[in-house]
């Protein structure tokens, strides 16, 4: 087992009805320990930027201004495959298929207003820590 870093979000629509600990608490509880984090309101080119591998697809725009309807939590997630377990916390994009138990069964309040991101590769996990986090904010 490899200890990894991941990139977790909790949206808009989560900040607004401050679940911040209640979600931060699954991802502990899950033994995932938030080694950066930080509360953030994103700008709209920040949100173009990040989501730029889903310019072409049609919910682009939208993804975009939800982003930036609200504060956001942006934080590193470390521990055992935290990209894997990061995803299981999470549960399915879309809240109806979720497994119970996972922040978006219990909190999302659709596919769109989903309250978390998670990275889902190491590979996007390390350019979407670099993209909110220099080295000197994550504290492993």
Do not use: W
């Not at 994009?93 to 309250?115: L, Q, Y």
């Amino acid at each position: 087992m490899a200890t990894e870093q991941t990139l977790s979000i909790i949206k808009p629509d989560a900040t607004r009805r401050n679940l911040t600990g209640k979600i931060i608490a699954k991802f502990e509880e899950a033994g995932l320990r938030v080694v950066a984090q930080k509360r953030l309101h994103m700008t709209l080119a920040m949100a173009q930027a990040f989501y730029a591998v889903h310019k072409d697809r049609p919910f682009y725009n939208d993804l975009c201004q939800f982003m930036v309807s609200g504060p956001v939590v942006v934080q590193v997630l470390q521990g055992e495959n935290a990209v894997a377990k990061n995803r299981e916390v999470m549960g399915a994009t879309n809240p109806a298929n979720a497994a119970p138990g996972t922040v978006r069964k219990e909190f999302a309040e659709s596919i769109e207003a989903n309250s978390v991101h998670g990275s889902d590769s190491l590979e996007n996990a390390r350019n979407e820590i670099a993209f909110f986090f220099s080295q000197t904010e994550i504290v492993g």
